[in-house]
């Protein structure tokens, strides 16, 4: 068992057409992913590194059955996509873009939760779960198989932390970077509580940055409903 993505995580990507979008692509499928389909309205019928491309997600979603989507578009534009994919029948959608506008998070985040759709970012390096799945811009070859979840708003110390708990001789079962923006989707409560429940994941790492009161609150639901090992390292030295 893993979080949110496994080896039956069928993938689209959204601005496949892009150079980010098409280099990342490839890399994910590289990784074993499945990626079914992009889309890059007007340029339906086109394939990239093998993959087909549509004009939009309810077309992709027809005709490959993806359930996931990870959006590589710029940012006056990332709401649109994000909608499109809730609509389209998406059930998990990635946001890498950075930049997206704020009240645009507020009102896809919203739709998300409305239609019971799980949305990780934006600005997130997305999520793997090792030698299954990988849907993100993450540097897989870091990352072993094993029973520690991470959670992180720091795509560079996912990394550093990842790489340390490898070095150590603990696996990741799957680590998934949540974007360190003022609204983003799935946040640290609910992840917490997907890795207590997941049986391949027996400790958890979690990464915040100072800040907010998102720590705090995660601290309160970790004492209530966690009951694994967690260890927390906070960042940064004032707000």
Known sequence: MSVLIDKDT???????????GGFHAAKMKEYGTQVVGGTSPGKGGQ???????????????AATGA????????????????????????????????GVPVLDAVEAQNYARI???KVIGPNCPGLISPGKSMVGIMP???????????????GTL????????????LGI????????????GLYFEDLLQMFQDDSDTDSIAMIGEIGGDAEERAAQFIQKHVTKPVAVFISGRQA
């Open 158 to 169: 996912t990394y550093e932390v990842v790489y340390d708990l490898v070095e150590s001789g």
């Open 115 to 117: 239609k019971g759709v």
């Open 67 to 98: 359930n996931t989507s990870i959006i590589f578009v710029p940012a006056p534009f990332a709401k649109d996509a994000m909608l499109e994919a809730i609509d389209g029948g998406i059930q998990l959608v990635v946001c890498i873009t950075e």
């Open 140 to 154: 897989a070859n870091i990352f072993k198989k094993g029973h520690t979840g991470v959670i992180s708003r720091s």
């Open 173 to 184: 079962s799957t680590a998934v970077g949540v974007g360190g923006d003022p609204v983003v």
């Open 10 to 20: 069928k993938v689209i990507v959204q601005g496949i057409t892009g150079r980010d």
């Open 47 to 61: 394939e990239v590194d093998g993959i087909p491309v549509f004009n939009t997600v309810k077309e992709a979603v």
